[in-house]
């Protein structure tokens, strides 16, 4: 069980390390949508996603006899980002597993930052053994993208700082919009949302054909996606809800929404265009969500997690130019 009082220790680490995202208001979304929107827009986060939060606190945790064998990961781009500048900071080495097809940004910014990436092919290997051998051959600690209780206690830490904006502004937000893979951001943001404003009504948000948390939620089990779907959302594309994520979104989440792509691309489009923003596909899921209707904001408050901006420059030519 993840609790407030973990998250806010995750939050305690994290001071002085990491960026404390603000929120941002429209008029022009607004207006179009009926109601208010405030973007947490962690795609301003170092690394360019919230997943730093996580990769550190579970650094940090470690002690020193732990931190000194170095660290090794899974990440299809911005786990293995996080992991990386974590581990530059404690001075540790990083091994990052990541799938071939992976965005070229992410991968050289994976190495820019001094970890040694190792690549397969997501179709058919299995990145976790990958990563389990790695750590049984070498010793060095494994840091789980979203099923590890250190590492949602750090994404959690953005639930304390909306609670905090939220009242800086005089705001009650009915809604929580947040884009999911394995669960582990929505997890945390969700544990620190129900402690301090249990009011809020938390939805998460995937692409259509990896929408396996939705589609657990509504089946009160963890539910595999059917294979061979495709999506732009590189960022969030899971096979099935994490075994420590899900119980914890089960409990906490309202519901789910699956978005298309074709959603997504005229989401990450008025972005840019209208707040100015640089945001993947797989972040910018929530905001798609409301684009296309799937709630009814009429009157209503909702504050959505736009979760990384690490896009490829050619993915700007060909959907958003």
């Known amino acids: 069980m993840i609790t407030i009082e973990e998250i806010s220790r995750a939050r305690t680490r994290l001071h002085g390390k990491h ?13 179009s949508l009926g109601g208010r929107v405030l973007f947490k827009p962690e795609n301003l986060q170092r690394t360019g996603s919230f997943k730093f939060r ?3 606190n579970k650094i940090a945790s470690l002690d020193d006899g732990q931190r000194k064998k170095g660290v090794v990961t899974f990440s299809s781009g911005n786990h293995a980002q996080g992991v990386a500048a974590a ?25 820019r930052l001094g970890a040694d990436v190792v690549l397969y092919d ?20 494994l840091v789980p993208p979203y099923d590890d209780e250190m590492v949602i206690a750090g994404q959690g830490t953005i639930g304390l700082e909306v609670v905090d904006q939220l009242d800086a502004i005089n705001a009650r937000a009915d809604v929580l919009l947040c884009p999911v893979g394995g669960g582990g951001l929505i997890a945390g943001v969700s544990t620190a949302l129900k402690a301090l404003q249990p009011h809020i009504e938390i939805y ?25 779907s495709r999506s732009i959302c590189d960022a969030i594309v899971t096979e099935i809800p994490g075994e420590i994520t899900f119980p914890i979104n089960r ?17 990450v489009r008025q972005l840019f265009q209208i707040a100015k923003l640089v945001v993947e596909p797989g972040g910018a899921v929530g905001f ?30 060909l959907e958003i130019a």
């Open 19 to 31: 960026v404390v995202t603000p929120m941002l208001e429209y008029d022009r979304i607004n207006d």
């Open 54 to 56: 996580g990769a550190f």
């Open 87 to 111: 581990a530059k900071t404690f001075g540790i080495p990083a091994t990052v597993v990541m799938p071939e097809d992976a965005p070229i940004l992410k991968r050289e910014n994976t190495r």
């Open 122 to 141: 997501r179709h058919v290997g299995d990145r976790k053994a990958i990563a389990e051998e790695i750590a049984a051959r070498t010793g060095a600690i």
């Open 204 to 228: 998460c948000v995937e692409p259509e054909g990896f929408d396996d948390t939705r589609i657990s939620l509504e089946r009160g089990e963890r539910t595999s996606n059917r294979a061979g």
């Open 251 to 267: 409990r906490n989440l309202a519901g789910g929404f699956a978005v298309s792509d074709a959603d997504v691309v005229e989401a």
């Open 288 to 317: 798609a969500a409301l684009l296309a209707g799937r709630i009814d904001l009429q009157g209503r408050t909702a504050v959505v997690v736009l979760s990384g901006g690490n896009v490829d420059l050619e993915f700007f030519k």
